[in-house]
């Protein structure tokens, strides 16, 4: 079984190219790829949209590593950027950018993607992070993923980027959420008994003709179909670097302790995808300010009461994990909110979503350069 050491965490984030001077999101992905290919190697990936690019971190032992290796990343990606008169900024949807202005990556895969959902597909102008946690053994990570999916509304709080959608306030502090769960096979899986049952289920539906290989499905969380990792999707891509590294600190700390609870043969209680559903809305629409649901005492409390109880509940892993300074900044994050509070705080002082972008761009590069 997983010992603490064992957890590596891998960070994937989707980013923004933005035209300094519109401050709108432009096409530039072609370009990004044929500067930065020996720079990167394969650590700066396409994405559907050609003003969106994506890198892959190398596997981090610790959180200590994934804040070297975030700066590193959004330092190298920034200076391309900035080379050919770009900005980078890291959110979860664009203040006022348009969907139907963009172009769609030149990749069979993506024009394949893009016939298949329509204007589904059309509408992604959103922007993710993914965190993986390394658990070798198949059935451990089916049954952490079973446990792990009460935990996903506390951690898409905290990321929370995407309150504005085409130039308006959606009333959503995550609605590239909302975006998301339009296709299929996405939101809170289902319980699995086993790894075999994982498959059976994945099988069915290639067979059926559902999905051609395991990559389509899109949950919130999913044992990665190639790496040996539990994939974390449900946060908005991060805009601070602080934010990024507490995130993974805690859903790395979250894994540690529900397999320390294994050893002792306990298990955190699972509970209906309906309920966890519940408090996923309640989190897309209010972030780290609204309230989720208590379903073991069947109460609704503010988020800074359950972060707190969820802090005490992982205190005695994170001395070992070496990541008690990160976790703890969810403090931070709670008293002074997440970028979608700040992104609607610039909005009402100034009136103007360029103020937002440009704040973006800042937080974003923070400590990177």
């Known amino acids: 079984m997983s010992e603490p050491k064992d957890l590596t965490i891998g960070i994937e984030e989707e980013y923004q190219i933005i035209d300094p001077?519109?401050?709108e999101l432009t096409s530039f992905i072609r370009e990004f790829l044929n500067q930065g290919a020996i720079l990167f190697r394969d650590q700066l990936q396409p994405e559907l949209l050609q003003s969106q690019v994506e890198v892959g971190s190398k596997v981090c032992k610790n959180v200590q590593d994934v804040t070297a290796e975030i700066k590193r990343l959004r330092s190298m990606v920034c200076g391309l950027a900035n080379d050919n008169n770009r900005s980078i900024l890291a959110a979860g949807t664009h203040p006022?950018?348009?969907w139907e202005d963009q172009l769609v990556t030149d990749k069979d895969r993506y024009h394949g993607f893009i016939d298949s959902m329509q204007i589904v597909a059309k509408r992604l102008l959103i922007f993710g992070m993914h965190v993986h946690i390394g658990i070798s053994d198949r059935d451990l990570?089916?049954?952490?993923?079973?446990?792990?999916?009460?935990?996903?509304?506390?951690?898409?709080?905290?990321?929370?980027?995407?309150?504005?959608?085409?130039g308006e306030d959606t009333g959503f502090k995550s609605y590239r959420?909302?975006?998301?769960?339009?296709?299929?096979?996405?939101?809170t899986p289902e319980f699995f008994d086993s790894a075999s049952a994982f498959d059976s289920y994945v099988e069915t539906l290639i067979k059926s003709g559902c999905i051609d290989e395991p990559t389509k499905i899109w949950w919130d969380i999913r044992p990665h179909p190639t790496f040996p990792t539990l994939e974390f999707r449900i946060c908005d891509c991060t805009t601070k670097v602080e934010e990024v590294t507490t995130i993974a600190a805690l859903i790395q700390a979250l894994v540690a302790k529900l397999i320390q609870l294994k050893k002792n043969n306990l298990t955190w209680r699972p509970y209906r995808a309906g309920f966890i559903?519940?408090?996923?809305?309640?989190?897309?629409?209010?972030?780290?300010?609204?309230?989720?649901i208590d379903f073991e005492e069947v109460v609704e409390l503010?988020?800074?009461?359950?972060?707190?109880?969820?802090?005490?509940?992982?205190?005695?892993?994170?001395?070992?994990?070496?990541?008690?300074?990160?976790?703890?900044?969810?403090?931070?994050?709670?008293?002074?909110?997440?970028?979608?509070?700040?992104?609607?705080?610039?909005f009402q002082e100034t009136g103007k979503m360029e103020d937002v972008v440009d704040l973006l761009i800042d937080e974003t590069m923070a400590g990177c350069l």
């Open 96 to 98: 006022f950018s348009s």
């Open 277 to 292: 559903d519940e408090n996923k809305w309640r989190a897309m629409k209010n972030g780290v300010k609204g309230k989720l």
């Open 21 to 23: 001077e519109s401050r």
């Open 141 to 166: 990570r089916i049954d952490i993923m079973n446990q792990m999916r009460y935990f996903m509304p506390h951690i898409l709080t905290l990321s929370t980027s995407s309150p504005f959608w085409r």
């Open 302 to 346: 503010p988020v800074s009461d359950l972060m707190e109880e969820l802090l005490d509940f992982i205190d005695d892993v994170v001395d070992d994990l070496n990541s008690r300074e990160e976790v703890e900044y969810v403090r931070e994050i709670l008293k002074n909110g997440s970028s979608a509070d700040r992104q609607l705080n610039c």
């Open 177 to 187: 959420s909302i975006v998301f769960e339009d296709l299929p096979r996405t939101g």
